[in-house]
């Protein structure tokens, strides 16, 4: 069975620091990327990071740049989104999510939910003092 499970998310003051965890089950990230979306209360959901297999190339949005990291270990079949210096426009539901084995994350490309087919159940982040 395939499968996404999000974890790490919480409440945390501007200026904190949360890691959010995405395992993958039922198929390797040897040959998957993964994406990160998040979701915030009346909003569409939007792309905020991805790694490819292979070579690992990344992508951020703009919005996030220099603030969040992606990893990943592909032993642990785990994809790792790093968020530092968090701000309260970041509050929203984060989910990870996996494209087609094809799928490449580019710098400068955006990320189309559309474009990914297996979704995890999203882990909620709140940016509050």
């Known amino acids: 069975q395939v499968q996404l499970v999000e974890s790490g998310g919480g409440l945390v003051q501007p200026g904190g620091s949360l890691r959010l965890s995405c395992a993958a089950s039922?198929?390797?990230?040897?040959?998957?990327?993964i994406g990160w979306f998040r979701q915030a209360p009346g909003k569409e959901r939007e792309g905020v990071s991805c790694i490819s297999s292979g070579d690992g190339s990344t992508y951020y949005a703009d919005s996030v740049k220099g603030r969040f990291s992606i990893s990943r270990d592909t032993a642990r079949n785990t994809v790792w989104l790093q968020m530092n210096n968090l701000n309260p426009e970041d509050t929203a539901i984060y989910y990870c999510?996996?494209?087609?084995?094809?799928?490449?994350?580019?710098?400068?490309?955006?990320?189309?939910?559309?474009?990914?087919?297996?979704w995890g159940q999203g882990t909620q982040v709140t940016v509050s003092s």
């Open positions: 039922g198929f390797t990230l040897d040959w998957h990327a």
């Open positions: 999510a996996a494209p087609p084995a094809d799928y490449y994350c580019s710098d400068g490309i955006p990320l189309w939910t559309h474009d990914f087919q297996t």
